[in-house]
């Protein structure tokens, strides 16, 4: 089950494998909810949840409208934009994938629109601060898969 994965075969249906060091820890299944915001990702967007009731943007995976109550969510591009909520450098890798990156940056954005997601800053180590303005990009990651990045100063 823990084979490898050509980059551009990644069949989103069947999962992907995850692991923590040597050890097995099941599949990465983006749920269908979330279809929108991987497919922005392709075309180099960010996409946010936005209910079509009242307007307000959410989380990619929310599906209920915590406002209003509305299941009326469609999708919204975002600017991009934001700035750095929280962070924190990793210096040991959970795998050794990744220990040719090290040290390298993850942490929370929040972007402009209101919206908090979980992402990875690329920055050199010790140069980002809370409140650092970031713009978006889309970086293959050690994983191979295509994911929205945030640089200080981008965009």
Not at 15 to 28: E, N
Not at 52 to 62: D, F, N, Q, V
Not at 91 to 112: C, I, K, M, N, Q
């Amino acid at each position: 089950m823990n084979e490898a994965v050509a980059v551009d075969q990644i069949d989103w249906s069947v999962g992907i494998p995850m692991t923590a060091g040597p050890y097995f820890v099941g599949l990465y299944q983006p749920s269908p909810e979330t279809a929108g915001f991987w497919e922005g990702v392709t075309a180099g967007e960010i996409r946010l949840k936005e209910c079509k009731s009242c307007g307000r943007l959410w989380h990619p995976k929310r599906i209920v409208c915590t406002h209003c109550s509305s299941t009326d969510m469609g999708w919204k591009k975002a600017a991009g934009t934001g700035e750095v909520y929280s962070f924190s450098e990793v210096h040991r890798t959970p795998s050794p994938v990744f220990e040719a990156s090290a040290p390298y940056t993850v942490g929370v954005v929040r972007l402009d629109e209101g919206v908090h997601l979980f992402t990875r800053f690329v920055c050199e180590p010790g140069s980002l601060q809370i409140g650092t303005r970031v713009g978006a990009e889309f970086k293959r990651m050690e994983s191979g898969q295509l994911m929205p990045v945030f640089v200080a100063g981008g965009r």
